[in-house]
Structure formats: C-alpha cells, structure tokens
C-alpha cells in the first residue's frame, strides 16, 4: 500500500468507487477498518478486496485504514506510524493504535455513524 500502485486502474468497478469514495471522505484522525469499509460499501465479505483498492488507487490515505485487530501491518509500520502520528494518532510498540480521548485501543469510523 505505501505508494500505491505505479498503473492505477483505467476504470472502477462500482464496489472500487464506492471504496475510494468512503476512503477520500475520512478527516485527519479518523480510522476505519478493512472490514468497516467492506460492510459499509455493502460487500461484508470484501475486506481484502478493500485492501486491494487501497493498493491499486494512487492518492488514498490508505494509513486511515486498518486491520481489525488495530494493529498496523509490520510491512506498513515504517511508513504508515509517522502518517498516523501526524494526524495525532500513536502506534505503540506492538503496533496498536491509540486515538487520544478513545478509551478503546483504536477508534474506528463507524459504519453508517
């Protein structure tokens, strides 16, 4: 995902732009899931297809989405912790995030909220 993708694709499927349209829309400091932004576009099963997007579409603030376990990805880490930290949030040294004044471990967007 750091990066995205070097040939975006020529066109989006409906379920593509419905993801980068949720994915564009989340303010600095908001943090949704690969499965939140799955169940919200209407494919509750699609979470992996979400994470494609995510690596096929330049130009997405890819680092506001994460695992369900809220946990960033060890492969992400480098890249995607000093993006989040500038949006105020921190990830600990076992990779969860914190959103300051969440009592949770991460904050997510919720679906439909």
Do not use: K
Not at 13 to 37: H, N, S
Not at 39 to 56: K, N, W
């Amino acid at each position: 995902m750091p990066g995205g993708s070097p040939v975006p694709p020529a066109r989006l499927t409906a379920f593509q732009q419905a993801v980068v349209e949720l994915v564009e829309a989340l303010a600095p400091g908001e943090i949704i899931t690969y499965a939140e932004v799955a169940l919200e576009v209407g494919r509750p099963a699609a979470a992996q297809a979400v994470a494609g997007v995510l690596r096929r579409v330049p130009g997405l603030p890819w680092w506001r989405v994460i695992p369900s376990d809220g946990r960033v990805y060890r492969t992400h880490l480098a890249t995607q912790a000093p993006l989040l930290a500038t949006e105020g949030i921190t990830v600990d040294a076992n990779r969860h995030i914190h959103v300051p004044g969440c009592s949770e471990d991460r904050a997510a967007h919720q679906p439909g909220g």
